[in-house]
């Protein structure tokens, strides 16, 4: 086998027009924070990854293992279904049901995989395994961009004046939803922390801290918690790109824990 390879996930945050944003990915999420009203995201297209998929096997790719964020947030994965049957070669499209590091630990484990040599077979059972054991939790200061965006899920019932509350969230069958509900920002961020910390157990871990515009809170947050989870192998501190950007507003804290390949 040539190689095994995690193609990109290349969706963008549209204007109104469709016309893309200008500027950085960071720049483009702090003003999808500041104007969810006139942003909308869009897939891409089959085209893209099939162009993709064609440049990889021309690299000399004998087959790819293409993740995704969540089908049940997005219509990513059916592009890549779909430009996957007419592939020069082997494609193996997965969902991932998350989204951010909850997608990207996957991806990870599987570059891991394949940079061992392992076949498209392990390559795609290795990330698999690792969207089994990968929990993402976090806190938005409000619910109104899930909202406008329809990305709320079962969280629904939280709308109307429930949209005061600090909500603590979480991904669950590939759909947000409501993990629990508290009165101020600092009493979710403490739970958040005690969530991360019964997720990760006794064993060993990744963890990453996911923030958009609330940088501090984010390495305060990070800075507790290898006093707190024993089997802590890696942590990260990221911002959020502008395509979850756009959904969670700024002001968000989330937190991924993984156990995968370790």
């Known amino acids: 086998m040539g190689g095994s390879y995690g193609a990109a996930d290349p969706r963008r945050a549209d204007g109104p027009r469709g016309a893309a944003p200008s500027g950085s990915g960071r720049q483009r999420s702090h003003q999808t924070a500041a104007s969810a009203a006139a ?22 790719a004998t087959a790819i293992v293409s993740i995704h964020v969540s089908g049940r947030l997005s219509g990513t994965v059916e592009s890549a279904l779909t430009a996957a049957r007419d592939a020069p070669v082997p494609v193996e499209v997965i969902d991932s049901r998350s989204i951010a590091m909850g997608l990207g630990y996957p991806v990870l484990t599987a570059a891991r995989a394949a940079a061992r040599g392992a076949g498209l077979e392990a390559v795609a059972s290795a990330a698999r395994s690792c969207i089994a054991t990968t929990r993402t939790f976090f806190y938005v ?34 759909e947000i939803s409501l993990l629990e509900k508290v009165r101020t920002s600092s009493r979710a961020i403490a739970r958040l922390e005690d969530l991360a910390v019964q997720a990760a157990g006794d064993g060993p871990v990744e963890v990453a801290v996911q923030h958009l515009r609330a940088r501090e809170r984010a390495e305060a947050l990070a800075e507790r918690l290898p006093k707190r989870i024993a089997g ?11 395509v979850v950007g756009v959904h969670v507003g700024p002001g968000m804290l989330g937190l991924t824990v993984a156990s995968c390949d370790l």
């Open 39 to 60: 942003i909308t995201t869009s897939r891409p297209a089959p085209a893209r990854f099939a162009a993709c998929y064609a440049s990889l096997a021309a690299a000399g």
């Open 141 to 174: 200061d409000t619910l109104e961009h899930l909202r406008r965006s329809g990305r709320i899920g079962t969280a629904a019932s939280l709308l109307g004046s429930a949209l005061m509350i600090k909500p603590l969230l979480h991904i669950t069958d590939g």
């Open 232 to 242: 802590l192998v890696e942590l990260r501190v990221v911002e959020v790109g502008a």
